[in-house]
């Protein structure tokens, strides 16, 4: 019969030594974690989106205000009014301003979109502003992460399904399980080792997207002119199918500027040789061109659609600076212009309320005909003086407007 085995003493300590090393390790880890480095706060209960509205407000007061400087435009998703302040995303009864609740990390935003019911927060490392995370925002709870390299400044837009993050030398669109569909610049981690990598060494001036397509100017070495590159979602995320347009004479400094994509066609303003918004399709065919009355003073060569173009229902709509073009969104057809009218001047594009555009002005909210463009009315609102635009958006019968670094809800 085969003796029993004994731990000896030696066998102990190996052993302690052996949990000792794993919960030091343990430690490591969590102390170095995001886990560590997030406070989440959820709601007691989830929100619910509010129920459109069948008629605008005959008046309008202010109900609350909340500093959000990393949003441009105001954020609803899931019920909540979204704000980005500081290192926390807040997800905001649209009615009181209450806070329902937190999201925060132990570093500053980078800035703040959304996508379905989600909140979209992207914040910096190392890396640049690639950690991402999604928020429900119905109760905030934490969706999706991702996390990977990006420039140390990204512009955020979205169409509602996927989130365009641009930067000056390299642009991804993500879905909304936060996996890269698409792409572009100095991308990392090539799948083709052989690839030199498209787009590499150009400066990414301007860009907007739609689910099926990203269009973007930039300025490459070596050319004076710069390009209006297309750009569609392939099998290699980092290798999509593109269509490099030419634009002869149109110089880095131009002002020139990507509006909006839809589907697969871009809207893209070109201040030569006068000002125009051109609408091209996937081929670079010219589908139409539109003349500008001059060239708008908003038009500074940012990246994406920074809060001076939006969607309203079936429109997409462009604040200029001193007027607002409105354009089919299916197509992006021209449709008419709200242009300044004696003191009532547009500060900013339009949202859509009970079939009607809403375009704030001067010392009040123009309530216009979607259809035609005519004013019916305007809702008195008093507002501090801005020197960038009114950026409006509606959550049930509330109307919000990002005013430079604040979010302000009327009703």
């Given at each position: 019969?085969?003796?029993?085995?004994?731990?000896?003493?030696?066998?102990?300590?190996?052993?302690?030594?052996?949990?000792?090393?794993?919960?030091?390790?343990a430690g490591i880890i969590w102390w170095t974690s995001d886990a560590r480095a997030t406070i989440s706060r959820p709601a007691a209960d989830r929100s619910t989106s509010a129920v459109a509205a069948t008629a605008v407000p005959a008046t309008l007061k202010q109900l609350w205000t909340a500093a959000s400087p990393y949003?441009?435009?105001?954020?609803?998703?899931?019920?909540?009014?979204?704000?980005?302040?500081?290192?926390?995303?807040?997800?905001?009864?649209?009615?009181?301003?209450?806070?329902?609740?937190?999201?925060?990390?132990?570093?500053?935003?980078?800035?703040?979109?959304?996508?379905?019911?989600?909140?979209?927060?992207?914040?910096?490392?190392?890396?640049?502003?690639?950690?991402?995370?999604?928020?429900?925002?119905?109760?905030?709870?934490?969706?999706?992460?991702?996390?990977?390299?990006?420039?140390?400044?990204?512009?955020?837009?979205?169409?509602?399904?996927?989130?365009?993050?641009?930067?000056?030398?390299?642009?991804?669109?993500?879905?909304?399980?936060?996996?890269?569909?698409?792409?572009?610049?100095?991308?990392?981690?090539?799948?083709?080792?052989?690839?030199?990598?498209?787009?590499?060494?150009?400066?990414?001036?301007?860009?907007?997207?739609?689910?099926?397509?990203?269009?973007?100017?930039?300025?490459?070495?070596?050319?004076?002119?710069?390009?209006?590159?297309?750009?569609?979602?392939?099998?290699?995320?980092?290798?999509?199918?593109?269509?490099?347009?030419?634009?002869?004479?149109?110089?880095?400094?131009?002002?020139?500027?990507?509006?909006?994509?839809?589907?697969?066609?871009?809207?893209?303003?070109?201040?030569?040789?006068?000002?125009?918004?051109?609408?091209?399709?996937?081929?670079?065919?010219?589908?139409?061109?539109?003349?500008?009355?001059?060239?708008?003073?908003?038009?500074?060569?940012?990246?994406?659609?920074?809060?001076?173009?939006?969607?309203?229902?079936?429109?997409?709509?462009?604040?200029?600076?001193?007027?607002?073009?409105?354009?089919?969104?299916?197509?992006?057809?021209?449709?008419?212009?709200?242009?300044?009218?004696?003191?009532?001047?547009?500060?900013?594009?339009?949202?859509?309320?009970?079939?009607?555009?809403?375009?704030?002005?001067?010392?009040?909210?123009?309530?216009?005909?979607?259809?035609?463009?005519?004013?019916?009315?305007?809702?008195?609102?008093?507002?501090?003086?801005?020197?960038?635009?009114?950026?409006?958006?509606?959550?049930?019968?509330?109307?919000?407007?990002?005013?430079?670094?604040?979010?302000?809800?009327?009703?």
């Amino acid at each position: 019969m085969v003796a029993p085995e004994r731990r000896t003493r030696g066998d102990i300590v190996a052993a302690l030594a052996i949990a000792i090393v794993v919960a030091l390790a343990a430690g490591i880890i969590w102390w170095t974690s995001d886990a560590r480095a997030t406070i989440s706060r959820p709601a007691a209960d989830r929100s619910t989106s509010a129920v459109a509205a069948t008629a605008v407000p005959a008046t309008l007061k202010q109900l609350w205000t909340a500093a959000s400087p990393y949003t441009t435009a105001p954020v609803v998703a899931g019920g909540a009014v979204v704000t980005g302040n500081g290192n926390t995303v807040a997800g905001l009864d649209p009615t009181t301003g209450a806070t329902r609740w937190t999201f925060a990390r132990d570093r500053e935003l980078c800035g703040v979109s959304y996508l379905y019911f989600y909140a979209v927060a992207v914040y910096p490392d190392g890396r640049g502003c690639g950690q991402v995370s999604t928020i429900d925002a119905t109760d905030g709870t934490r969706g999706p992460t991702r996390s990977g390299y990006a420039d140390k400044h990204v512009e955020l837009s979205s169409d509602g399904t996927t989130v365009l993050a641009a930067g000056s030398t390299r642009l991804e669109l993500w879905r909304s399980d936060m996996v890269r569909v698409l792409g572009y610049g100095e991308v990392d981690a090539r799948v083709l080792p052989v690839s030199t990598g498209l787009g590499k060494g150009c400066t990414l001036l301007s860009a907007a997207a739609s689910t099926a397509a990203v269009s973007v100017i930039q300025s490459c070495p070596g050319e004076q002119n710069v390009r209006l590159t297309l750009l569609l979602p392939a099998d290699q995320d980092d290798q999509p199918k593109l269509k490099d347009i030419p634009q002869e004479g149109i110089t880095a400094a131009s002002g020139a500027r990507v509006l909006a994509v839809s589907d697969t066609t871009t809207a893209v303003y070109l201040p030569l040789p006068s000002p125009r918004v051109s609408v091209v399709d996937d081929t670079g065919t010219e589908l139409s061109s539109t003349p500008v009355p001059e060239a708008p003073s908003a038009a500074d060569g940012r990246l994406g659609p920074a809060g001076d173009v939006t969607r309203a229902g079936d429109f997409f709509t462009w604040w200029t600076g001193d007027r607002v073009m409105v354009f089919d969104a299916d197509h992006l057809s021209y449709r008419y212009t709200v242009a300044a009218d004696g003191p009532v001047v547009p500060l900013g594009p339009a949202t859509m309320m009970a079939k009607k555009l809403l375009i704030p002005v001067t010392n009040g909210l123009g309530v216009y005909n979607a259809e035609t463009g005519a004013r019916e009315r305007i809702i008195a609102v008093q507002r501090p003086p801005a020197d960038t635009a009114i950026v409006p958006a509606v959550s049930g019968p509330i109307v919000l407007e990002q005013r430079g670094r604040n979010v302000v809800a009327l009703g």
